[in-house]
């Protein structure tokens, strides 16, 4: 993301949000905020070709990151993080892992990964 400062020390969007994601608030499908997203391996000379936030995202998602980290740390509203992730899994760009809810059974390895990601921030 593109940030400024404001002279008190507080990075700030240099950008609208919505703006990055055309106005929409929810991507084309469903994707639940624990959704894992990882990056997949792209030439540098398309990574080039990325906007900054995808660039972004795919630097951070180099390891597993959740939606809601992903939001977090770029300091974007969730829906924001849900349309562009959506959108990059819809160029190649990122791989989503679903969470598996309707087997009525948590996933324990899931939720020790969100739970690792969440420590860390």
Do not use: K
Request: charged share 25%; with cysteine; proline share 7%.
């Amino acid at each position: 993301m593109v940030y400024g400062s404001d002279g008190t020390g507080d990075e700030e969007p240099l950008f609208r949000p919505y703006a990055v994601t055309g106005g929409r608030s929810e991507p084309r499908y469903h994707m639940a905020m624990e959704t894992l997203i990882s990056s997949m391996s792209i030439p540098d000379d398309e990574m080039a070709l990325l906007t900054p936030e995808q660039e972004a995202i795919m630097t951070l998602c180099r390891s597993f990151r959740s939606v809601a980290e992903i939001s977090a740390l770029l300091r974007v509203p969730l829906g924001v993080a849900r349309v562009v992730v959506a959108d990059m899994a819809d160029e190649g760009l990122v791989r989503l892992h679903q969470p598996r809810l309707d087997q009525g059974q948590p996933d324990m390895n899931m939720l020790e990964r969100v739970l690792s990601g969440l420590r860390r921030l």
